[in-house]
């Protein structure tokens, strides 16, 4: 459904969207691509919220990017989100990881924006 791909430091991420059902599954992978961390994102109609929970496999610190990653998609879309992410580059620097984490961020952000957009489109067409 949605697929990008962007350089950041020495590798690229991918961003892969696909819907279930419903819900959004979105893989964030670069590097040596792995299953790092899993969120699952929730909206609920009620509040106006949305939350996330996350697991995290040992050694691994992708939580951060997940965690946040499926709230945001969640809050946008109203919708369930699982947010797998795996990104690894040996002998990282702390100006590559912020590299990395900004273009994550704004990938799942654009994510989100062209959601925003075809709601819109979908609208106008009703």
């Known amino acids: 459904m949605f ?7 020495r ?3 991918t961003l892969e969207v696909k819907k279930l059902g419903e819900d959004y599954l979105l893989t964030l992978t670069g590097g040596k691509e792995h299953a790092g961390a899993v969120a699952v994102g929730l909206f609920d109609e009620k509040s106006g919220r ?3 929970s996350v697991i995290t496999l040992p050694g ?3 939580e951060q990017l997940a965690l946040d990653s499926a709230r945001r998609v ?8 699982i947010v797998v992410v795996g990104i690894h580059v040996d002998n990282i620097s702390l100006g590559e990881i912020k590299e990395i984490v900004s273009t994550a961020e704004e990938m799942v952000g654009n994510f989100i924006a062209s959601c925003e957009k075809s709601d819109v489109t979908a609208r ?3």
């Open 3 to 9: 697929t990008v791909t962007r350089k950041a430091s």
């Open 60 to 62: 691994h610190r992708e």
């Open 11 to 13: 590798i690229e991420i």
């Open 50 to 52: 949305a939350s996330s």
């Open 124 to 126: 106008r067409n009703e």
């Open 74 to 81: 969640s809050k946008a879309t109203g919708k369930t989100s």
